[in-house]
């Protein structure tokens, strides 16, 4: 089990931020592992620094709960995801291991590769919420 912190990122238009990690062509959620001693939420603040160079503050992350999957680039492993709603105006810049973050929208056919979290968890919970909105 990897425990980590994800952010279902979304932009003014309702689009959902997907980062690459270099090496890879899985498209996921940004965030990271949840370092020891760290909360879920500190977590998700320091990878968004770390990885996009953006800041949020803490209080505008809305928690959504937790989500497993199967990992995506770890064979033989689950991702447990403490997953919290971010909405943002701000333009994230790859950085560290991420080569690439793009928007995409909830229904489109993004012919991206996408994690099964992002796939099979993330995107109908961002469906769920616009429609709850």
Do not use: C
């Amino acid at each position: 089990m990897i425990r980590i912190a994800i952010a279902l990122m979304t932009d003014p238009s309702g689009r959902m931020l997907v980062v690459r990690k270099r090496g890879t062509d899985v498209f996921m959620q940004p965030g990271g592992k949840i370092d020891s001693g760290e909360t879920p939420l500190a977590a998700l603040v320091r990878e968004l620094r770390e990885e996009l160079r953006l800041s949020i503050a803490p209080a505008s992350a809305a928690y959504l709960g937790r989500l497993t999957a199967p990992a995506a680039l770890e064979s033989d492993a689950t991702v447990e995801a403490e997953t919290f709603h971010v909405e943002t105006t701000d333009t994230p810049i790859p950085a560290a291991e991420i080569a690439e973050a793009i928007w995409i929208g909830p229904d489109a056919d993004h012919g991206l590769t996408l994690a099964a979290l992002t796939r099979d968890r993330v995107l109908p919970l961002l469906r769920s919420i616009q429609r709850a909105a």
